[in-house]
């Protein structure tokens, strides 16, 4: 049995909707942060999949700018997660309401 573009792209699928049911769904800060992250690779596998498909290094290098935009944004969201957990205490989106401190 060989794996087709069509398997790549229904796991990419797959953890897309993973990904969007972890935001749509939890409160927790960081594991919103981690369903983002995995929407991000989920878009990678299509890209590169794609990319394969037509024979073209195009999706690949598009592919690496979304996993160095992925790292800063986990850098970004990583400092100012630690910022509201010593101010508010809590990571919990419910109970964080304003961005004053």
Same mark, same amino acid.
């Given at each position: 049995?060989?794996?087709?573009?069509? =398997?790549? @792209?229904? !796991?990419?699928?797959? @953890?897309?909707?993973?990904? &969007?049911?972890?935001? +749509?769904?939890? %409160?927790? @800060?960081?594991?919103?942060?981690?369903?983002?992250? *995995?929407? !991000?690779?989920?878009?990678?596998?299509? *890209? /590169?999949?794609?990319? $394969? +498909? =037509? #024979? #073209?290094?195009?999706? #690949?290098?598009?592919? &690496?700018?979304?996993?160095?935009?992925?790292?800063?944004?986990?850098? /970004?969201? +990583?400092?100012? /997660? +630690?910022? !509201?957990? %010593?101010?508010?205490?809590?990571? $919990?989106?419910?109970?964080?309401?304003?961005?004053?401190?």
């Amino acid at each position: 049995m060989t794996i087709t573009p069509g =398997h790549w @792209l229904a !796991l990419s699928a797959a @953890l897309f909707t993973i990904g &969007l049911i972890g935001v +749509l769904v939890r %409160r927790n @800060l960081i594991i919103i942060f981690m369903a983002i992250e *995995l929407m !991000l690779n989920a878009g990678n596998i299509a *890209l /590169v999949t794609f990319s $394969n +498909l =037509h #024979q #073209q290094v195009s999706g #690949q290098v598009f592919a &690496l700018f979304v996993i160095a935009v992925a790292a800063a944004e986990a850098a /970004v969201g +990583l400092g100012i /997660v +630690l910022a !509201l957990y %010593r101010n508010k205490e809590t990571v $919990n989106i419910d109970e964080i309401t304003v961005m004053r401190w």
